[in-house]
């Protein structure tokens, strides 16, 4: 059966995969958590747990709501991941005291410790991501504002 092109004869059509932001977004998305994930598995992280430790190793401790704000997830769906990275022993968990409906999460020795090691793997990322430092800064630039922007539409 012989294939036959439906739409804009010159491919201009807006309809075409390849002209959907939503596509390439997912595209360069499931690329870069590829190369985030080979060093990742090293380091015996998933890429969500080591956006937990970002968060983490930025400020600590976080409540759960408040790294569920920043990761843009439910309880639901972190609390099972914080439950993970408990039991591989680089979080704990503990009710704050001032509050007892919140639980607040803290690093770690051994969380902390991973620290270096990630700084030593974005090193090698930014060689294996195909962007000048500049590039890579531009295109962040980029992104947050295209997110601002999208919040600010959808109201969140």
Not at 1 to 25: I, K
Not at 98 to 116: F, H, I, K, S
């Amino acid at each position: 059966m012989e294939a036959t092109r439906n739409g804009d004869a010159d491919g201009s059509s807006r309809l075409l995969l390849e002209r959907q932001v939503c596509f390439r977004l997912y595209v360069a998305s499931n690329l870069v958590t590829r190369l985030y994930r080979q060093h990742l598995d090293a380091m015996g992280l998933t890429y969500p747990q080591y956006l937990v430790m970002l968060i983490l190793w930025e400020v600590e401790p976080q409540s759960v709501g408040q790294l569920g704000e920043r990761l843009h997830l439910d309880s639901g769906t972190l609390t099972p991941l914080l439950k993970r990275m408990e039991t591989a022993g680089l979080v704990q968990r503990r009710r704050d005291t001032a509050d007892e409906r919140r639980v607040l999460v803290a690093l770690t020795e051994t969380g902390r410790a991973l620290r270096g090691r990630a700084d030593a793997m974005l090193e090698a990322l930014a060689q294996e991501t195909c962007l000048s430092p500049g590039d890579f800064d531009e295109l962040g630039q980029q992104l947050d504002q295209y997110i601002s922007d999208l919040e600010e539409q959808l109201g969140t």
